[in-house]
């Protein structure tokens, strides 16, 4: 097994918390991943500089600081499979275009069949992301053995590997890395970054949002761009339109420090868990959401003992491990299990929104900021996320990747 990785050392200030100003030309909600990537795609690529992102709590510390940090494309669907591939390639050059390590490894995702369903689905996606031009391999019991051998692939447990999908190109990187490079490159090119700054009502004027109500004043802005995870349907509800999202908490957990020996991503659907070693060696776990809604970001015991239990089985010499700690993020939830993205045109001509990312919010970052921030400065929805448009649960044009997502990740 190779050694972990030593972790880079980061300068103590990278920028500096903004007085918000009377008005800006666009106002981002939410100070995480993708409102940042947004923010600073504006600046970089569009030359729109007068722009704040506002943030109830710290930057980056809601869903971008207890995510899991898996990052693939081997989704089914052609409009999925198209921005997470445009993001896995940006992820592939971030750490250029930033200028900072985002520790991006490219150790690959297994996401393993245990039954002749999951054989028959595990296929089909093989099949339709070499269509799409993605990297993906079906594996063998043997060859799965070989990548990930401390995991049982004997006939012995009661949910035995058939096989698996296999993408190299996916991995993992250091979530606060991410969020800390986008936060100061977008600070340097002039982006207000404002945190403990809760959004708290809109003021609405002839068919536009003309201000945005905060804890720390009132400010004007140009447009305004909804980019708040698990709370986006409380702030569109403040707006007057009541999305088709559901926010459920969303646990995962990390044990002791360990020898390195796990060196690639697993994910089973079947016995419910997915598993990978972050670079200081930590062993990180999760599952699915819980089932109730809420906003709570401690969620159910049961869910932790359940997850363990399928890790046990999958790994058995991961009994000897110890928790260390766990935590929740709240994720946003559509009926099709995809991303809205778009204009929010019953609340105005400029409003856009970015949720319903449910699990996989993460891993689009950079992609999401980059077309997004385009959909914005051009005032017309990118093709790569045209598809994602609220419109689509009336015209019936879903997107159900419900077999993609069926466990977080």
């Known amino acids: 097994m190779k050694p972990a990785p030593r972790l880079p050392e980061h300068p103590p200030r990278l920028w500096k918390d ?224 009541r999305l088709p999202v559901q926010s459920h908490p969303l646990q995962a957990l990390v044990s002791e420090l360990l020898e390195q020996v796990l060196d690639t991503v697993v994910m089973s659907n079947a016995v419910h868990v997915y598993v990978s070693q972050a670079h200081k060696g930590e062993l990180v776990m999760g599952a699915g959401v819980d089932p109730h809604i809420g906003y709570g970001r401690r969620g159910s015991f049961h869910v932790v003992e359940e997850q363990m239990a399928a890790a046990v089985e999958l790994f058995p010499i991961f009994a000897r491990a110890h928790v260390l700690r766990t935590w929740a993020g709240i994720v946003d939830v559509t009926p099709d299990a995809s991303p809205i993205v778009g204009p929010l045109d019953a609340a105005g001509d400029n409003v856009w929104i970015n949720c319903g990312w449910g699990t996989g919010g993460f891993k689009a970052t950079p992609g999401i900021g980059d077309v997004f921030a385009d959909s914005v400065a051009h005032g017309r929805a990118h093709d790569l996320v045209a598809p994602y448009a609220l419109e689509r649960f009336t015209t019936g044009r879903l997107i159900d990747e419900h077999g993609a997502a069926a466990v977080a990740h």
């Open 18 to 241: 903004a007085e918000p100003r009377k008005a800006y030309d666009v106002v981002i909600v939410g100070g995480g991943g993708h409102g940042l990537a947004t923010a600073y795609h504006l600046a970089a690529d569009h030359g729109i500089t007068n722009v704040a992102v506002v943030e109830k709590g710290w930057l980056a510390g809601g869903n971008m600081a207890r995510n899991t940090t898996i990052i693939r494309s081997n989704y089914l669907w052609d409009a999925s499979a198209g921005i997470y591939e445009h993001a896995l390639g940006l992820w592939e050059t971030l750490e250029e275009r930033l200028g900072t390590t985002v520790m991006f490894d490219q150790r690959g995702v297994l996401n393993l069949a245990h039954n002749l369903s999951d054989v028959r689905e595990g296929k089909r996606r093989v099949n339709a992301n070499q269509l799409n031009g993605i990297d993906a391999h079906w594996l063998t019991p043997a060859e799965v053995g070989k990548l990930a051998p401390v995991l049982d692939v004997s006939e012995r447990p009661r949910h035995p590997v058939h096989g698996a999908t296999f993408q190299p190109r996916a991995g993992i990187a250091k979530h606060d890395y991410v969020a800390w490079g986008y936060a100061r490159a977008a600070y340097e090119l002039g982006v207000d970054l404002v945190s403990d700054c809760e959004v708290t009502g809109f003021t609405q004027t002839g068919g536009r949002v003309t201000s945005v109500s905060t804890t720390r004043g009132e400010i004007s802005a140009g447009t305004v761009v909804l980019c708040a995870a698990g709370h986006s349907a409380v702030l569109a509800e403040k707006l007057g339109v």
